[in-house]
């Protein structure tokens, strides 16, 4: 069912004649005159009236119009007329501090003497005023909720069902993109694949072909060597010297077999860069990957050329007057400014951002715990040996180093943040932005020892972040 709000126009009209102010007689007292002069004034001759109407829907649709009714006040039955219990006569002021009915004894020798006093029918006229004031407010209120349901309720609807199908087109045009690459990937891929296949197979069988005539030719002139050492007279096996040795440089002119990566299958026709981001996409934002949350840098393995924080988060490099020496300890770095991590990883998707904030001398990485310690040889210097991968930035260059072998990475921003992703599973250590998700490197390596973070500051300070 609904209703229609009516309009109610409420309008107080006052009967009450203008009559000249008594005067004061001799020995009255002021509040003695007032309240002579309240008690010759009409009880409450105001008639309230509520004019308009208020129009309502019934349960079947037609219009009702409903008729206020007259002033309570005036058609109220004299029995109903509350007297004071102390002084038996009626109630018709108020006293405001009290927030009750009194008769006039109370507010001139009662416990409402010096109170804020109203007659009753002043005060009721201010109530019914605000009466008004706040009906008319709630009426406003009303056609303002109405209209936000009429308009921009309905406006909101109408609205989210467009954004809603414009949504709906964009996730599928994005969706059929991406699908459409990576089709087209797939194909590339696979055509490479097959390629690289077909020519390690031909190789495979060029060397067949060419190692099993090498073997029928050392069998042949095994077979006339033998012969000639077991029918040859004495005279005959010495004057067959000549013979003999051209056959034994024939035999050896076979030469020894020995693989060669030309036969086995090229990890780059598996290469794709395009693949490479979408697998980084998804497991740095998908829920796989997570930060070890109490990594911290392992004290013991800190170089004495750095500082670290009371956190075991920050390493800062220090100028050689505030180096101080540290007693000998075998997991210490003493010749580079060097640091590893607490997590060993061994196992599952693990990644970790450091800030670096405008260091212009650092590498991050990781390396196995075997990574020597001790001396200035590239045994312990990170990025030149089998046991170290790590990026490296310095005088503005940015390069992925591994045994002494550089790789230099086209960055075009500097980033202030380094995040590296180790992901055991895959065997693959991955490089990138952090605040733009790009990736700076990936290598994919057979690792066989558990991997610990591994950081170098030469300049300033880098922190691990939570």
Known sequence: MTEDIGICDLTVVSLQDNEPEAEMEDGETPADHQLKINSKQPEDTTNYSFSGRMDSVDESGNSVTSTPANNPKSDADPSLMKICAVHDTELDWFCSSEGKLICSHCAIVGPCQGHTVTPLGTQATAVRNQLVDICEKMQLQALRIERFINQTLSAKEKAVQVDASVARELVLAQVNA?????????????????????????????????????????????ANLVHTL??????????????????????????????????????????????????????????????????????????????????????????????????????????????????????????????????????????????????????????????????????????????????????IRRPRHIGLLVDWPSQTLLLYDPDSYCVLHTVTHCFSAPLLPACAVADRSVTLLH
């Open 178 to 222: 991406v699908r459409e690459a990576l089709e087209e990937e797939e194909q590339r891929l696979l055509e490479a694949v097959q390629r690289e296949q077909e020519r390690v197979e031909q190789c495979l069988l060029t060397q067949r072909a060419h190692w099993t005539q090498a073997l029928s030719t050392l069998a042949h002139t095994r």
């Open 230 to 411: 077991t029918h040859s007279q004495d005279a005959q096996l010495v004057t067959s010297s000549q013979e003999i040795s051209d056959r034994v440089e024939e035999a050896e002119g076979v030469g020894e077999p020995r693989d060669t990566e030309q036969l086995n299958l090229s990890g780059d026709c598996t290469d794709s860069r395009l693949m490479q981001g979408l697998w980084a996409s998804a497991v740095l934002l998908g829920p796989s990957a997570h930060g070890p949350a109490n990594l911290r840098f392992q004290e013991r393995s800190v170089s004495s050329m750095l500082s670290l924080s009371a956190d075991g988060r920050t390493l800062t490099f220090l100028p050689k007057r505030a180096r101080q020496s540290h007693p000998h300890d075998p997991a210490r770095f003493d010749c580079w400014p060097n640091a590893l991590g607490t997590l060993a990883i061994s196992s599952g998707t693990h990644s970790w951002v450091l800030d670096v904030g405008q260091s212009a001398a650092y590498k991050v990485g990781v390396c196995y715990a075997s990574m020597d310690r001790k001396g200035s040889g590239n045994g312990a210097r990170l990025g030149y040996n089998e046991r170290s991968w790590v990026l490296s930035h310095y005088e503005g260059e940015f390069t992925f180093c591994h045994a002494g072998r550089h790789t230099t990475l086209p960055v």
